[in-house]
């Protein structure tokens, strides 16, 4: 096995090395550049979707960032990928790249911006991410730290690429969005600044956005440290190179203007989102009613906005008052039905109330758009309900991933399916020797239902095998000894080389 696991890791270093397309150096990816692209592409959604939804009050400012993106990202080393740009409708400062060049910003990360040119430093950064394969050399390393698991499974199964692709998916998809390494971040200012330089950007911009963000992380603001920081962590180190680097290039444009007017709706509901952000504080302080206040206000200020009514929905929930609630997820559907979370709000609202039909569309339109924990074990509950156990089943294995009581909730779910599914796999057994030499088995069912229509199957050696159809019922907790007709027996020899195994039972209604 030694043997077997040191050629895998040898084969694949041989074969995993590629060339950085922006650097020109050899790395090690086993991710090839069109399984990049795909991956970005199955993640993108999901990844908006868990991180607050794309930003709709205004249209255009989706428009004015895909423009700098593209502007960028044609100058690149890797024009030709698929990039895609979104606005993320979510309050925490931060940008990140998936790969094959999915990249988003949030709102949170505009209004810290003061032009265009530091726009597009951080979208050139986020674009050397992608276009450097940053993400897929992450998701290698993850693979890597998992090697001796890969390899064994490599070895037995003869299939190294495969094997190694399928676990780097698996392994290191945490890393599209982990901490970059220093390398990564430098690599990323550096070039960065290029493309911005080759847009016609001014690349002081790219010095002065990380001089503001280095003065934030000293402040250790909380939205920073999760959001933006955690991911690119600032440094002085990184400002003093990239003052070093704004030397090399010609100067360029700003656009202050242009860029002002482009965030000028989210400039306006600033006051909204501030009374939000008390509201979010208040819920976590378990203050409905002041979250409520704090609402209403931002809801007067922007009544479009569908996250303020989400949490009203969430708030009227915490007060009891489900009706209250269920008004303020649908409201929140009308403003923005392309996210996934209200309409889970909404279904447990009505799964609580008893609308069980009307939940189920909820729930299973949630999981269209992200298939969360929660939706999952309520689906689950509803297929069991229904007495789909296989559908049951495979909703509750997802939620039982789950972390904390929802996946402990799940697990226990799953064992209720089990025993409608195979309730034989309830029943256990011991062996033992009559005095007249004959074979016993005792029949144990330890499900909390009675079962009948027991079938055992006893296995021996040299192909010994007899059928065993149980005639009494088996009570919950119940055991049964049963005389198999094998005979010749001594005491305690040769009984260890039969098997009893349960080939199928009933459930009792």
């Known amino acids: 096995m030694r043997n077997g696991l040191v050629a895998v890791v040898l084969a694949f270093v041989i074969t995993g090395c590629s060339v950085n397309p922006v650097t ?7 991710i090839s550049p069109q399984q990049e692209v795909a991956i970005g592409e199955k993640n993108y959604s999901p990844s908006r979707q868990s991180q607050g939804g794309d930003y709709y009050l205004d249209p255009a400012l989706q428009t004015y960032i895909r423009g700098v993106g593209n502007r960028l990202a044609a100058v690149s080393d890797r024009p030709d990928l698929p990039y895609e740009f979104v606005v993320l409708n979510n309050r925490v400062p931060n940008a990140w790249a998936l790969p094959g060049g999915k990249i988003a910003i949030n709102v949170g990360l505009l209004v810290l911006l003061d032009d265009e040119a530091q726009l597009a430093a951080v979208l050139g950064h986020e674009i050397v991410h992608a276009a450097a394969r940053h993400g ?12 001796g698991m890969v390899a064994v499974g490599v070895a037995a199964q003869g299939q190294a690429g495969e094997q190694l692709y399928g676990m780097a998916s698996q392994l ?15 690599e990323s200012d550096y070039y960065g600044m290029a493309y911005m330089a080759k847009a016609g950007y001014e690349a002081q911009g790219a010095v002065e956005l990380q001089q503001t963000f280095v003065e934030l992380s000293k402040s250790r603001q909380a939205d920073f440290l999760s959001g933006l920081f955690a991911s690119h962590p600032p440094s002085a180190q990184r400002v003093a190179a990239n003052k070093l680097r704004v030397a090399d290039f010609a100067p360029g444009k700003r656009y202050r203007q242009r860029y002002q007017q482009a965030i000028a709706q989210l400039t306006s509901d600033a006051p909204a989102y501030a009374a939000e952000k008390l509201a979010t504080q208040a819920l976590a302080d378990e203050e409905p009613g002041a979250a409520i206040k704090h609402l209403d206000r931002a809801v007067a200020l922007q009544p479009d906005e569908a996250q303020f009514w989400l949490l009203r929905g969430q708030a009227w929930t915490l007060l009891e008052k489900p009706g209250n609630a269920e008004k303020s ?12 979370s209200p309409y889970l709000g909404r279904g447990v609202v009505r799964y609580k109330q008893g609308d069980k039909s009307a939940a189920e569309a909820d729930f299973k339109r949630s999981y269209e758009l992200l298939p969360t924990a929660t939706a999952s074990y309520y689906l689950g509950e509803l297929a069991l309900g ?18 904390g009581q929802l996946g402990i909730q799940s697990r226990e779910k799953i064992l209720q399916v089990n025993l409608q599914l ?15 030499g004959a074979l016993l088995v005792t029949v144990v069912n330890t499900s909390p239902r009675a079962m009948r229509s027991i ?5 021996g050696p040299a192909g010994q095998t007899r059928t065993i159809n149980m005639v009494k019922d088996l009570q919950s907790g119940q055991q049964l000894t049963i005389n198999t007709g094998l005979n010749y027996f001594l005491p305690d020899q040769q009984v260890a080389r039969y098997r009893i195994a349960a080939q199928s039972a009933k459930l009792i209604d």
């Not at 290191?172 to 430098?186: C, N, P, Q, T, V």
């Not at 789909?388 to 972390?403: G, H, L, R, V």
């Not at 195979?422 to 007249?436: D, G, N, R, W």
Request: proline content about 2%; hydrophobic content about 40%; cysteine-free.
């Open 455 to 459: 079938v055992l199957k006893v296995n």
């Open 329 to 340: 997820y649908t409201t929140a559907i009308g403003k923005n039905s392309a996210l996934y």
């Open 136 to 147: 897929a050399t992450q998701m290698t390393a993850g693979t890597l730290a998992n090697i």
């Open 172 to 186: 290191g998809s945490a890393a599209w969005m982990a901490k970059y390494g220093r390398d990564d971040e430098l």
């Open 24 to 30: 020109g150096k050899s790395q090690l990816s086993i």
């Open 386 to 403: 229904q007495k789909q156990y296989q559908q049951a089943q495979s909703y509750f294995q997802q939620a039982a991933q789950a972390p």
């Open 422 to 436: 195979q309730p034989q796999t309830f029943l256990a057994f011991s062996q033992a020797v009559s005095s007249k």
